[in-house]
């Protein structure tokens, strides 16, 4: 199965990288594979240096952001050589232990080193749910037709306009701006 959050990389000069990213685990979170694309910063970071925090998150205001590469309010705090998000709910910190680079989305496997609860999960909500599939849409738009994106985000919409709080609200307008302006 697949567990989608946040993932924190170092950059070329060792400071935080942040994407999303939706790691293969089993349900008691022992066993990871992540699949960075061979064209992704995150895939660059990792070749270079193997340690990277995947976070469970609820925010999906900074996920849309960190997604499309835009500025977000996220925060970083330093834990051995690594960047943790102290937004999250709870993190993983990894290494990465063998690489499978035969297709464009790379298979790295990688063992938890340390894990922490940082607080409690909001919760669910079908808003949230919705920006999920909206943002994984629009990562993908280079690839899918504009009136399959169109179509899509129009039926994730009423999900959105009954559910969602201001941050999901900011998330929604943000990603309906970055279609209109074709980005
Ligand atoms: C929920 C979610 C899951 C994602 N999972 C992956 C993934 O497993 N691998 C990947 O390469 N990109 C994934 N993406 C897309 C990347 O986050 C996005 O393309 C990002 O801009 C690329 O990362 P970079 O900043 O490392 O280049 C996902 C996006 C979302 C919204």
Known sequence: MIIEGLLTTCDF???PHVAPMGPVVDEKLEHWR???FQSSSTFENLRRYPYAVFHVVDDVLSLAQTALGLESDLQFAKVDNC???PSA???YRLQVTEWDLS???SDAQAVVLEQRIQRPFWGWNRAKHAIIEATILLTRRHILESSFIEQELGRLESAVEKT???RERQAWE???QQVKEGR
Do not use: M, Y
Request: with cysteine; glycine share 10%.
């Open 34 to 36: 992540l699949r960075p």
């Open 13 to 15: 000069q060792g400071q």
């Open 164 to 166: 969602a709080g201001t």
């Open 83 to 85: 960047w943790i998000l």
């Open 174 to 176: 943000l990603l309906r």
């Open 103 to 105: 297709e464009s989305r």
């Open 89 to 91: 709910c709870h993190w």
